[in-house]
């Protein structure tokens, strides 16, 4: 794959979904935030019922983890009193959140944008980003499978072949949603 600085739309929107279900099966509204590698917003999603504070929180959860590559929960054990980056939660405007939540979305070892989850308890925001995170690693997987792809469709197709399978695959089948964002990855 290609060094890229932010996920197909289509695929920022499969993450967003996936931890919209999870929320939903567990029965918390959540805040959903696809970031670029930059930490420019790209994908949002709120469902009905969520805190109101929890969108500002997820937005920022995204762009902390894109902008320091790592976990917003690990960020919080190096931002602790006396820890090595102790402070760090007042930079940025105060945009850093030093609690669970938000993760880096790496493909390829290269970070490409931050997931950030928020309207639980912090250990459910971070269920809730897990399984986006999982399914992510599992496009990955199915974009090298499906590498050649990307020399032989041209990209300006990627939206019309991402509807047609879309409506030809099962939804909300997490094996689809792999070989959908398989699919954006290996062309884009």
């Not at 696809?34 to 420019?40: I, K, R, Y």
């Not at 405007?93 to 939540?101: D, L, P, Q, Y």
């Amino acid at each position: 794959m290609r060094p890229r600085h932010a996920l197909p739309d289509c695929v920022a929107e499969m993450l967003a979904a996936c931890c919209r279900a999870e929320a939903a099966r567990i029965g918390v509204p959540m805040a959903v935030a696809v970031v670029d590698a930059e930490g420019g917003p790209q994908w949002f999603a709120r469902m009905d019922g969520t805190l109101p504070v929890s969108t500002e929180l997820a937005l920022n959860k995204a762009y902390t983890a894109a902008a320091i590559r790592m976990t917003t929960e690990e960020l919080g054990r190096l931002a602790q009193p006396g820890a090595a980056l102790y402070g760090i939660g007042n930079g940025h405007g105060g945009r850093i959140v030093t609690f669970g939540g938000g993760v880096p979305l790496v493909l390829g070892g290269q970070v490409v944008g931050g997931l950030g989850v928020s309207g639980g308890s912090v250990a459910q925001d971070i269920a809730c980003a897990a399984p986006a995170v999982a399914l992510l690693g599992e496009m990955e997987r199915q974009a090298k499978r499906l590498g050649r792809l990307a020399t032989e469709v041209p990209p300006v197709l990627l939206p019309s072949l991402i509807g047609a399978l879309k409506a030809a695959l099962p939804q909300c089948e997490p094996r689809s949603e792999a070989v959908l964002g398989g699919v954006a990855l290996a062309l884009s």
